[in-house]
């Protein structure tokens, strides 16, 4: 929940400071996905079904936008998520294409090839870990990030000992626990949500192989405010997309702050603002306007001016399309919530190590 309303509210900001589009006031739809398929099914079927929406902003969930895509690609309808991140809605980054890509489908955010590479070389590089193990809980982001940590931490010359998944809804974590302390890992990584986490963290302490909250490593689906209070999360790592700096940053969440009276509670408000302003720059490039002041969005030639982005730059870098869709300037941080950090702004401040691909 914080993850959508924290881009909803991005979405607000980018529409606040663009006054009008075209002339024309802009008028934003928000559907919830749930974070899941058939939320995801739900909320692309009803946008789909108004023949005035030129444009989509979301997912929120990778998990929901892949039945989502495949609605909205059959329409021809241009879809930018801020914070989908799970491989197999683009690429592997080498030129393969991920089983769930759909021509229409873009995102600001990295793509978590990077972020598993990332979360991967601070575990052996600086931890010193030898031995992980992982879990994921079937989605489509858990599982691509728990993968992409693996097949890194791999590559390095570490070894995954224990590779296994919890299901939605599960609140026992002791079986899976047991099978990931009996291994022996050095480091646990498990990109998973609430409120399957908070269970985990919790009942890790009845381990004494897990016992060492150092060895516990989540993703950016657990940076956010309600999970790192929890006491038992102290001491944990997180990877996750870097925190944008600079003047526009600083700008954009003074005018967040104001609008919403608090600073942003999640990872992907900057990415979210981002795939906005692309849009609407793209929207308004295409645009044909009649003599009478109406505005005429061609789907196909919007989605084409969107493959066309080469060096937008935005809050989070300078963004440049893909063939698959990736269009992100990646960059992710490993931070550490101890003790001493009280919000997450905090914890997002407390970096131990800076990624980003070569």
């Not at 881009?7 to 006031?25: C, N, P, S, W």
């Not at 998990?63 to 592997?92: C, F, Q, R, W």
Request: net charge negative; aromatic share 8%; hydrophobic share 35%.
């Amino acid at each position: 929940a914080s993850l959508g309303t924290d881009q909803v509210r991005a979405i607000e900001v980018a529409i606040a400071d663009r006054g009008t589009l075209l002339d024309h006031d802009v008028e934003l739809q928000s559907e919830d996905d749930q974070c899941k398929a058939e939320g995801g099914t739900t909320a692309a079927q009803k946008l789909v079904s108004d023949a005035q929406i030129v444009g989509i902003l979301g997912t929120s969930c990778s998990g929901a936008a892949v039945p989502a895509m495949e609605i909205v690609a059959d329409k021809g309808i241009v879809m930018i998520s801020g914070s989908n991140t799970a491989p197999n809605l683009t690429s592997d980054l080498r030129g393969k294409a991920g089983d769930a890509n759909q021509k229409g489908y873009f995102r600001t955010a990295h793509n978590d090839v990077i972020q598993g590479q990332a979360a991967a070389t601070y575990a052996f590089d600086e931890l010193g870990a030898k031995r992980a193990a992982t879990i994921h809980d079937g989605d489509p982001y858990t599982e691509g990030l728990a993968n992409a940590f693996g097949a890194s931490f791999t590559e390095l010359g570490g070894e995954v000992v224990e590779a296994t998944a919890i299901s939605k809804g599960d609140t026992d974590m002791r079986p899976v626990l047991t099978e990931v302390s009996a291994a022996k890992p050095d480091v646990v990584f498990f990109p998973i949500f609430q409120p399957e986490a908070d269970f985990i963290v919790k009942q890790a302490k009845d381990f004494a192989e897990l016992s060492d909250t150092e060895k516990l490593f989540a993703a950016d689906g657990l940076l956010s405010d309600t999970f790192i209070v929890i006491k038992e999360t102290e001491g944990m790592h997180f990877s996750g997309p870097a925190t944008p700096t600079g003047a526009a940053y600083e700008e954009f969440v003074g005018k967040y702050e104001e609008k919403f009276g608090e600073k942003p509670i999640q990872s992907f408000h900057a990415h979210t603002y981002d795939a906005t302003n692309m849009l609407f720059d793209a929207i308004e490039k295409v645009a044909v306007r009649d003599d009478d002041g109406t505005v005429h969005v061609d789907r196909k030639e919007l989605m084409d001016e969107v493959y066309q982005v080469k060096g937008y730059e935005g809050l989070t870098g300078s963004l440049t399309c893909d063939k698959f869709g990736d269009c992100a300037d990646p960059k992710i941080d490993i931070v550490q919530n101890t003790d001493k950090e009280k919000t997450i702004d905090q914890v997002r401040g407390n970096v131990k190590f800076k990624f980003e691909p070569e």
